[in-house]
């Protein structure tokens, strides 16, 4: 079964550290352009970071240089460390995979960032 499934979602105080992972099954993530996106309540959902097969990261610029998306291909598993977390990065965060024609969307992982 071709699918993606995120963890590491939680409650963090402002300041705080999370790593999300997101598990890749019937597929090797290493061969697609693996994404992280989110969404807050009432917004559109935003890019966050992508990783290509080449190992091209990029970020949305108000994640860049807290946040870091990696990829452990023993795995197949693609993580997104975030540090020094924000109340605005409160969001149900998603994993994305894309590769041809095909795109697959996790169930998403809620990230609460609150004192």
């Known amino acids: 079964q071709v699918q993606v499934v995120e963890s590491g979602g939680g409650l963090v105080q402002p300041g705080g550290s999370l790593r999300l992972s997101c598990a890749a099954s019937?597929?090797?993530?290493?061969?697609?352009?693996m994404s992280w996106h989110r969404q807050a309540p009432g917004k559109e959902r935003e890019l966050v970071a992508f990783?290509?097969?080449?190992?091209?990261?990029n970020y949305a610029d108000s994640v860049k240089g807290r946040f870091t998306i990696s990829g452990d291909n023993a795995k197949n598993t693609v993580y997104l460390q975030m540090n020094s977390l924000k109340p605005e990065d409160t969001a149900v965060y998603y994993c994305?995979?894309?590769?041809?024609?095909?795109?697959?969307w996790g169930q998403g992982t809620q990230v609460t960032v609150s004192s």
């Open positions: 994305n995979a894309v590769g041809g024609s095909t795109s697959y």
């Open positions: 019937g597929f090797t993530a290493s061969r697609r352009r």
């Open positions: 990783i290509t097969p080449v190992g091209i990261t």
